[in-house]
T-cell receptor, first 114, second 114 residues
Framework: IAGITQAPTSQILAAGRRMTLRCTQD?????MYWYRQDLGLGLRLIHY???????GKGEVPDGYSVSRANTDDFPLTLASAVPSQTSVYFC?????????????FGPGTRLTVL | GENVEQHPSTLSVQEGDSAVIKCTYS??????FPWYKQELGKRPQLIID?????GEKKDQRIAVTLNKTAKHFSLHITETQPEDSAVYFC?????????????FGTGTKLQVIP
């Protein structure tokens, strides 16, 4: 793995179904983030984690949950998907503790909820 | 919370001309201002950033200026080329408890006409 990866690349999901988006980084960054990107709204933070074992809510957390069992993985779960969660989801990582303020983004997951 | 406004939302320039994108932010505690370029279907990638203790930074054809008093920052691209066509996002960031609280602008779609 080089950098940060996400899976799946795209997914079509029926409303009401549960879905987990996966994110893995190999840079040993402490901080990880989940954003959603919608046309005209830019990138909005869903949840973040500043280190393994801790998570926090971002700007638009409702309907989403995250976990951070280890440094490398930061999955995002939609417990019961709704059409308004149709979006492109980006995972990112950084390490402000090492002075690395730049956020590195994964390739994104395009999710469609019908 | 932080609010970042970005203008214009779309910008068309002739190849070789300059392009300027402007952003304003509201939280005077923001201290890191990255600019990301996102090509169609790709992930956002950092192109230049500036910290609050610097007024201007340049990297080849791109430059960023920051006016802390007015809470304005701008991206300048000179001698534009067709490969500069993309969506550009500004952001304002604060380090908070081991992670970065980043607020993105809504993006500027730049089209460089050959």
């Amino acid at each position: 793995i080089a950098g940060i990866t996400q899976a799946p690349t795209s997914q079509i999901l029926a409303a009401g179904r549960r879905m987990t988006l996966r994110c893995t980084q190999d840079m040993r960054h402490n901080a990880m983030y989940w954003y959603r990107q919608d046309l005209g709204l830019g990138l909005r933070l869903i949840h973040y984690s500043n280190t393994a074992g801790t998570t926090g809510k971002g700007e638009v957390p409702d309907g989403y949950s995250v976990s951070r069992a280890n440094t490398d993985d930061f999955p995002l779960t939609l417990a019961s998907a709704v059409p308004s969660q149709t979006s492109v989801y980006f995972c990112a990582s950084s390490d402000p503790g090492l002075g690395l303020d730049e956020q590195f983004f994964g390739p994104g997951t395009r999710l469609t909820v019908l | 919370g932080e609010n970042v406004e970005q203008h214009p939302s779309t910008l068309s320039v002739q190849e070789g001309d300059s392009a300027v994108i402007k952003c304003t932010y509201s939280d005077s505690a923001s201290n890191y201002f990255p600019w990301y370029k996102q090509e169609l279907g790709k992930r956002p990638q950092l192109i230049i950033d500036i910290r609050s203790n610097v007024g201007e930074k340049k990297d080849q054809r791109i430059a960023v200026t920051l006016n802390k008093t007015a809470k304005h920052f701008s991206l300048h691209i000179t001698e534009t080329q067709p490969e500069d066509s993309a969506v550009y996002f500004c952001a304002a960031s604060i380090r908070s408890g081991g992670y970065q609280k980043v607020t993105f602008g809504t993006g500027t779609k730049l089209q460089v006409i050959p």
